[in-house]
């Protein structure tokens, strides 16, 4: 590892990238960089936004090894036999699991009603109340924070535990990551605290005790990484299978695709020419190289309009670590 060029980055990521927490670099399953910026720590947890969608990902894997959900293919009001359809919205009731995984179902809202869902007391039913209408079922439409947590809603149901629970037991312990306990918002205040933090670490639930899905989750860089390396080693850790290569297989191959930006989707993942990438506001992202068996994770602050992470792995991160043994 060249020194000179570990410095270079370092003085680019303060000049240009002044949002970075954290960044691991792992090589054939080996640390070859960890290093903090902003004050932050190894312990400290940032809130990763989207990349919460991809930890849901691999807890839909889990959920399907064990047989507690039998197919993807369901359909998702199969799962809520309490729900009441209104009359004319039909469409929800051919949306599938798949469908929310892949990002292909309808929501009958152009604007996303962020305040009314952050202020609702129960977003399952917010969000369910909102699938369907008149968009077309296969069609991509990337749903950041309202669309999501229907699938926390399956989790639960179908596992008899909080998505937190059975997270901590089949994934998170598993692997050493500590998130120590759900988080409840009582004001606005306390969610933007929250999105500055770097020593909170949870998971966020609604006011009817689910966990998010699309957002709320804290982890520490070292936490990602460990991440994308499950699932470089094919859903082993330690010799111990936690999620099934099948699984991994099928969520990180193309499904759908926004076309607007060409970008192709699996399971909650986003599908690169070169593996694979979880990514969030702000610059959070678990990037998976298949073919060069690197895995990189940045953990950053929120800040609006920034840089495209992926390039910046792939001109400043990958040529320093690619040939590292």
């Given amino acids: 590892m060249n020194q000179e ?13 002044s949002n970075i927490a954290g960044m691991v670099v792992f090589k054939d399953g080996k640390t070859l960089y960890e290093n903090y910026f902003n004050e932050c720590t190894a312990s400290s947890r940032i809130h990763v936004y989207s990349v919460t969608k991809s930890i849901v990902s691999i807890l839909f894997g889990i959920a399907v090894d064990k047989g507690y959900i039998k197919d993807i293919n369901q359909k998702v009001l199969d799962f809520f036999p309490d729900y009441i359809v209104k009359r004319r919205e039909n469409t929800i009731r051919d949306v599938t699991v798949k469908d929310l995984l892949i990002m292909t179902a309808p929501y009958k809202y152009k604007l996303a009603p962020y305040k009314k869902y952050f202020t609702s007391d129960d977003y399952v039913k917010f969000t369910l109340d909102l699938l369907g209408g008149r968009g077309q079922i296969g069609k991509f439409r990337y749903a950041p924070l309202i669309g999501p947590d229907i699938l926390s809603g399956i989790l639960v149901k179908t596992t008899g535990k909080s998505v937190f629970d059975f997270a901590m037991e089949n994934l998170f312990s598993p692997l050493g990551i500590s998130v120590k306990t759900n988080l409840v918002f009582h004001s606005k205040e306390e969610q933007l ?11 966020v639930v609604d006011p009817s005790g689910v966990n998010t899905a699309g ?6 860089p070292m936490d990602m990484a460990r991440i994308g390396q499950l ?12 999620v099934s290569s099948k699984w991994i297989e099928e969520s990180t191959k193309e499904h759908s695709r926004w076309e607007k930006l060409d ?4 399971y909650l993942w ?3 020419e070169n593996g694979y990438a979880a990514m969030g506001d702000g610059g959070n992202v678990i990037y998976v190289n298949t073919k060069k068996n690197i895995v990189v994770s940045i953990a950053s602050f929120f800040k609006p309009g920034v840089t495209d ?3 910046f792995i792939k001109q400043y991160i990958e040529p320093i670590f690619e040939n590292c043994v």
């Fill in 263 to 266: 970008l192709p989707y699996g």
């Fill in 231 to 242: 699932y470089l080693a094919g859903g082993i850790w330690e010799n111990n299978q936690i």
């Fill in 193 to 203: 605290a929250f999105n500055k933090a770097s020593n909170i670490s949870g998971w």
């Fill in 5 to 17: 060029k570990v410095t270079a980055l370092e003085i680019k990521i303060n000049n240009d990238y």
């Fill in 270 to 272: 986003w599908i690169d």
């Fill in 309 to 311: 992470r992926i390039e």
């Fill in 215 to 220: 957002w709320g989750l804290t982890l520490t």
